[in-house]
């Protein structure tokens, strides 16, 4: 995202429940306090709308992110904002609402992965990059979708699918500035035509879906 946001594009963080607990590391980033509390004002809406439809996003990770070594939803939400790099929040955005600024915004969307990247697709996303451990394939149309590997064992497992084996910081073989390099390279080669792991495939054709009503996290 900091090589996006450095050469004048627009990066895009979004899954609003996947960073409750730490929105507060987003919001010191802030361009202006107006900026900062549009995203305390989401944090707020997530609360009444759980509480509403009877649960709530203070809860422990799903048995999938038990199983990779997660205790507690702020470690996961710890990770989540970590993902938006280091630069300044220039704006937070409700729900598949056009995305104007340059640079590092937020948008408000569920943390459920297909309306998620709807919602920044209808945005005005171009490419979406999108980060599994355990080996997710979701591939999303209209948009490209550049799945990350967290880990080299499952992408070796499942190198048909992947696009970048980002486990390779792990293994000692390429520094977090050096891998940060590979996927903004893959990012303008995607851009440019280069079809992903997902298109090759021909996969994403019925992961195009709006935030339904009802309780969706």
């Not at 809406?45 to 038990?66: H, I, R, V």
């Not at 104007?100 to 309306?115: A, N």
């Not at 990012?187 to 879906?209: C, K, N, P, V, Y």
Request: hydrophobic share 35%; glycine share 12%; proline share 4%.
């Amino acid at each position: 995202m900091d090589l996006l946001v450095q050469h004048g594009g627009t990066a895009c963080l979004a899954e609003t429940p996947e960073i409750y607990g730490a929105e507060h590391l987003l919001t010191r980033r802030a361009v202006s306090q107006e900026v900062g509390e549009k995203l305390v004002d989401r944090i707020h809406w997530w609360e009444q709308y759980t509480s509403k439809n009877d649960t709530t996003l203070n809860n422990n990770p799903a048995p999938g992110n038990k199983a990779g070594g997660l205790t507690t939803i702020l470690e996961k939400s710890l990770g989540a904002v970590s993902k938006g790099g280091t630069t300044t929040l220039m704006d937070v955005y409700e729900y598949a609402t056009p995305i104007t600024s340059k640079g590092f915004v937020f948008m408000d969307t569920p943390g459920y992965d297909p309306s998620s990247v709807t919602g920044m697709v209808a945005g005005g996303a171009n490419v979406a990059c999108f980060t599994t451990g355990r080996g997710s394939v979701f591939g999303s149309k209209p948009t490209p979708c550049i799945k990350l590997a967290t880990n080299s064992t499952m992408y070796n497992r499942m190198s048909e699918d992947m696009d970048v084996n980002c486990g390779i910081v792990i293994d000692g073989k390429a520094s977090i500035d050096e891998l940060g390099q590979i996927i903004f390279d893959k990012i303008l080669a995607t851009a440019s035509g280069e079809r992903s792991q997902s298109e090759l495939f021909g996969l994403g054709d019925l992961e195009f879906l709006p935030w339904s009503a009802g309780a969706v996290l």
